[in-house]
């Protein structure tokens, strides 16, 4: 019996731990899109986050949500710092979905009309 309570403790901490600290879980590209454009990163970065003379490439492969997370809160390059006042952890783990589902582009030597 006491073996069994201490199973299921254990279980709810592990399902509680997986819910908090892995917010890009259930994070959704599509509104990650919006809040990309809404909080003005698409102004450095390009809306595909491709970069460009202002900001980095940010996708496709952006970097893992840790650091994504840890470089835009603490930012002191020429991109502003966004505290979560002002952007929460919701939308930015949004915004790394949304990065994150970019396709990289094709191969150019599988398009036939370039390799002629
Ligand atoms: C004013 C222009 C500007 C805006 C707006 C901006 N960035 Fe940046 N961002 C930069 C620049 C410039 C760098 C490169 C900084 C460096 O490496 O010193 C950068 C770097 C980054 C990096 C690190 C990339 C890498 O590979 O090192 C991430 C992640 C990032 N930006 C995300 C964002 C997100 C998300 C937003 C919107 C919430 C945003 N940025 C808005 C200019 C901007």
Partial sequence: ??????????????????FTSRPAAAADAVKGKIAFEKNGCWQ??????QGGAAGKTLAPKP????????FVRNSNTQMPPYP????????????????SSIPAPKDYKTIPLLNQ
């Fill in 1 to 18: 019996m006491e073996t069994t309570l201490r199973y299921l403790l254990l279980l709810a901490a592990a399902v509680l731990i997986s």
């Fill in 44 to 49: 450095c970065h390009g809306y595909e986050g």
């Fill in 63 to 70: 970097m893992a949500y840790e650091a994504f997370n840890v």
């Fill in 84 to 99: 979560k006042q002002i952007l929460s952890d919701a939308d930015l783990a949004d915004i790394h979905a949304y990065l």
